[in-house]
C-alpha cells in the first residue's frame, strides 16, 4: 500500500523544520553575510517545497491509507536528529544565531510562521549588531536625559559627554570706608565672569565601573594687572575618578580619584541644583579649601527603602597644589571624612520628606598653616585681587590640624523647602609666628585653642503649580529641578506654550572668625570679625537643563578695627546651562 499524501507532507514539514535547526554557526565572533545569504536560500526552498507539497495534497483525495508503525519510525527518528541538534548547540561556544521556534511533534505546525519568527528575530538581532555574550559592544542610538547618553541595549557600557556655563554679572554698592583683601586696602569692583566653564564625561564600562572626568576652563580667566590682559591662571581638575559599583568589597560603592569629600549637604550638592550663586560664607571659610582632593571613599544606602545614606573617605589635603592640577604634595598632609543622612519621614510619591544628616572631617594643614577668609556671596572676576576676602584671620600654626563637624536638615513640602546647616571648626593648638630681625627667622609663639564657626538657614517656594524641589536619595543631597511645564513660545494644537518654574529663595548666614587667645588676627593685614548676610533671590528655571538667577545681599560686617566696619549691598545675575 502506498503512504498517503497528506502523511508525507507532514512528514517532510517535520524533515523542514528540522533543517532549520542545521542552519550553520558562526565561527568567528561576527555572521558573515555568504553564511546568512546561504541561510535564507534554505529557508526560501524550503517554503517552495512546503507550497508543493500542499498543491499535491489538494489533487490527491482517495489515497490509501498505511500503517502508522513507518510514520511513527520516522517521528521518532526526526526527534532524535532534533535532540542531537539541541546537545551540539549547547556544547558550541559561538552562540550568534538566535534560537529558532521549535515546533511540536504532536500538534500541527505552520513552516510559513516558523520561518517568519526566524526571519524576524534575526533580523532585529542584525540591526542590533552585536551579540549579547561577547564584549565588544554597539551603542544604540543616542538619548536626551537632562544630556545626550549613548548606551548598550543591555547597559553594560553608557556614554555622556556634557559640560556647564555658569555666566555671572555682578554690581556693588559699597560704603568709602570699607576696604578687602589681606592689606585692607581692595574695593569691590562690578564686573562680569564665566563664574564656571566646563567639559565633562562620565559613563559606565563593563556594567561595574563608572567612570567621570570634568575640566574647568575658567581657571584661564584670571587676568594680569597689566596694560594689557594677561592669562594666568591654569586648566582645573574637578572629577577624575573611577567608582567601582555592585558592593565591591562589603561598601556599595568605592572611589578612587580626584573626588569631592563627603561632607555637608550644601557641599556635596553639585552647584547645578543649589537654589543661590554661591555656597555660604562658612563654606567659603573652612570647606572650600578642602573643595575636591585625591583620595579614596566608600558610600552607598542602608535601610529599607534607601533611607540611609553613608559616605567615608580618606585623602591627601594638600590643598595649595591639590585644586588646579590634581596633585597633592606634603608630609603627613592628610585628612578623613564620614557622612550619614537619613529620611525620617517621606511620602509616597517620595516628593515630600524630612532629611536630617551629620559629618565630620579632620584634615592637616598645608604646611601647618591656614588663614580662613570669605568672598562675597555675589562676585565677578578672578583671583585674590578681583574677588578679594570680606572677612579673615591672620595666619597661625596648628600642628594638630582641623576638627570640623556639622549637623544638618532639609524639609520638602509640596512648593515649600527649607534647609539648614551649623559648622563648628576647632584647632586644638595654635601658634603665632613671631617674625624676627634679617637672619633670625623668628620662633612660634603659643596661642591656645582656635575654635571658629558659621551657619546657615534658607527657605523656597515656588510660585508656579505643580513644582518642587527635588531631592536624590541615593547620595541624600538636593537634585535637579525639573518645571512642570518647561519654557516654550511655540503653540499649536498639540503644544501649549511652557511658563517654567519661577522659584522665590531666602537665606540667612552668619560667620565667626573672632575666636583665639589672643584674637588670631595681625595689627596689619587681614581683619578678624564676625559677618552677616541676608540674600533674597529669584530662580526662573526655563527647564531641567538651563535657568535665570537674581540674588540681592545685603552684608553686615562687624571687624575688630572699626574703620572698616559697615554694610555693603550686592547684585548678582547668572545665567546657568549644563547638559
Known amino acids: 500500500m502506498g503512504i498517503p499524501i497528506q502523511k508525507i507532507l507532514w512528514a517532510s514539514i517535520l524533515v523542514a523544520v528540522t533543517c532549520l535547526f542545521f542552519v550553520p554557526q558562526a565561527d568567528g565572533q561576527d555572521v558573515s553575510e555568504a553564511k546568512l545569504s546561504k541561510v535564507l536560500e ?62 511540536d511533534l504532536n500538534e500541527q505546525t505552520d513552516l510559513p510562521s516558523a520561518v517568519e519568527g526566524y526571519l524576524r528575530r534575526r533580523d532585529e538581532q542584525i540591526k542590533q549588531g552585536l551579540d549579547q555574550d561577547k564584549p565588544n559592544k554597539r551603542f544604540s542610538e543616542g538619548i536626551w536625559k537632562n544630556g545626550t547618553y549613548f548606551e548598550t ?14 555666566y555671572d554679572n555682578t554690581w556693588y554698592s559699597v560704603p568709602d570706608n570699607m576696604r578687602f583683601g589681606s592689606n585692607n586696602s581692595l574695593r569691590l569692583s562690578d564686573g562680569t565672569a564665566f563664574r564656571r566653564l566646563r567639559l565633562r564625561t562620565d559613563g559606565t564600562i563593563y ?29 582645573g581638575v574637578t572629577d577624575a575618578y573611577l567608582t567601582f559599583t ?15 569629600p563627603w561632607f555637608g549637604l550644601e557641599h556635596t550638592t553639585s552647584d547645578n541644583y543649589l537654589p543661590f550663586m554661591e555656597r555660604s560664607t562658612m563654606f567659603d571659610a573652612f570647606v572650600n579649601r578642602f573643595d ?5 571613599s566608600a558610600f552607598g544606602n542602608v535601610f529599607e527603602n534607601d533611607r540611609m545614606t553613608y559616605g567615608l573617605g580618606f585623602m591627601r589635603s594638600g590643598s595649595s597644589s591639590v585644586n588646579p592640577f590634581g596633585i597633592g604634595v606634603g608630609d603627613g598632609s592628610y585628612a578623613y571624612n564620614t557622612r550619614f543622612t537619613f529620611l525620617p519621614w517621606i511620602s509616597e510619591d517620595e516628593t515630600d520628606f524630612v532629611h536630617i544628616g551629620t559629618s565630620y572631617f579632620f584634615r592637616a594643614l ?62 586644638a593648638h ?60 511655540i503653540s499649536n494644537s498639540n503644544t501649549t506654550p511652557g511658563r517654567g518654574a519661577l522659584e522665590l529663595t531666602a537665606r540667612y548666614t552668619y560667620l565667626d572668625l573672632l575666636s583665639g587667645n589672643p584674637t588670631l588676627t595681625t595689627s596689619q593685614g587681614a581683619r578678624a570679625g564676625t559677618e552677616n548676610d541676608m540674600t533674597l533671590g529669584l530662580n526662573w528655571y526655563l527647564n531641567p537643563n538651563a535657568r535665570f538667577m537674581i540674588n540681592y545681599v545685603n552684608t553686615w560686617v562687624n571687624s575688630i578695627d572699626p574703620s572698616i566696619t559697615g554694610r555693603y549691598q550686592g547684585l548678582g545675575m547668572r545665567m546657568h546651562f549644563d547638559f
Open 366 to 427: 598645608d604646611f601647618n598653616r591656614t588663614s580662613p577668609g570669605d568672598r562675597p556671596l555675589v562676585r565677578a572676576g578672578a583671583g585674590n585681587n578681583e574677588v578679594p576676602n570680606v572677612i579673615q584671620t591672620g595666619s597661625f600654626y596648628s600642628f594638630s590640624g582641623a576638627h570640623n563637624f556639622s549637623p544638618e536638615i532639609a524639609i520638602v513640602k509640596g512648593p515649600f523647602s527649607a534647609s539648614a546647616e551649623y559648622l563648628l571648626v576647632n584647632y
Open 430 to 489: 595654635t601658634y603665632v609666628e613671631k617674625v624676627g630681625t634679617k637672619g633670625n627667622p623668628g620662633y612660634f609663639r603659643p596661642s591656645g585653642p582656635a575654635n571658629f564657626h558659621g551657619m546657615y538657614a534658607e527657605t523656597g517656594y515656588f510660585l508656579t503649580k505643580g513644582d518642587h524641589r527635588s531631592y536624590s536619595k541615593a547620595t541624600g543631597t538636593w537634585d535637579r529641578t525639573t518645571p512642570k511645564h518647561p519654557w516654550s513660545v
Open 42 to 103: 534554505r529557508l526560501d526552498a524550503l517554503e517552495k517545497e512546503n507550497r508543493e507539497l500542499k498543491s499535491k495534497l489538494e489533487t490527491v483525495k482517495d489515497a490509501q491509507p498505511s500503517t502508522g508503525e513507518l510514520l511513527q519510525s520516522e517521528v521518532e527518528l526526526l526527534k532524535k536528529r532534533l535532540e542531537a541538534v539541541e546537545l551540539e548547540k549547547k556544547q558550541s561556544s559561538d552562540t550568534t544565531l538566535p534560537p529558532l521556534l521549535k515546533p
Open 246 to 260: 555592585k558592593k565591591p568589597f562589603f561598601f556599595d560603592n568605592i572611589r578612587v580619584g580626584h573626588q569631592k
Open 292 to 296: 575636591y582632593v585625591n583620595g579614596v
Open 207 to 235: 556594567t561595574n565601573i563608572d567612570y567621570a572626568l570634568e575640566i574647568n576652563f575658567a581657571n584661564l580667566q584670571d587676568f594680569g594687572n597689566a596694560g594689557s590682559p594677561q592669562l594666568n591662571g591654569s586648566v
Open 153 to 166: 541595549p543591555d547597559g553594560a557600557f553608557k556614554s555622556h559627554v556634557g559640560g556647564r556655563m555658569d
